[in-house]
């Protein structure tokens, strides 16, 4: 059975080729904190932690926002949508990714966060072009 951070490991690996400090491309969690946080030395790899690249951001009316999925999440992953019904007390939808026409369809719009914070982020952005205050 491989270690269950194995594919992060070899894309930190990659990193490790190009600079000498791949750490400052990464963050981590602690397993029930909902807040990334950079990394400042090498992964410990730690099973009870998370680990993921920084995530890139786009400009959205002046807020830095999480970039949203490139590339579409495995299937029967958790995926959040950004959601700006005013219907809802959120701004986020969760599912699980089936690979359907619904899935694609928000993949092509750009509105799937493999987080609700990221997908919260992202709707607040979008909404500050319209709300009044």
């Not at 690996?13 to 190009?18: L, T, V």
């Not at 219907?87 to 619904?102: F, G, L, Q």
């Not at 694609?104 to 979008?126: M, P, Q, T, Y």
């Amino acid at each position: 059975m491989k270690h269950p951070h194995a594919e992060l490991m070899l894309e930190y690996a990659k990193d490790a080729m190009e600079t000498d400090m791949p750490w400052e491309l990464w963050e981590y969690k602690y397993k029930n904190d909902e807040k990334w946080s950079k990394l400042f030395e090498n992964p410990k790899w730690d099973i009870s932690n998370s680990y993921q690249r920084e995530q890139k951001t786009i400009n959205i009316n002046g807020f830095e926002v999480p970039e949203p999925c490139k590339v579409k999440p495995n299937k029967n992953n958790t995926y959040y949508i950004v959601n700006i019904n005013a219907a809802t007390n959120h701004y986020y939808d969760e599912n699980d990714w089936t690979d359907d026409s619904y899935d694609n369809r928000f993949f092509d719009r750009g509105l799937i966060h493999l987080s609700k914070e990221n997908a919260i982020a992202h709707a607040k952005a979008l909404l500050s072009f319209t709300v009044r205050n």
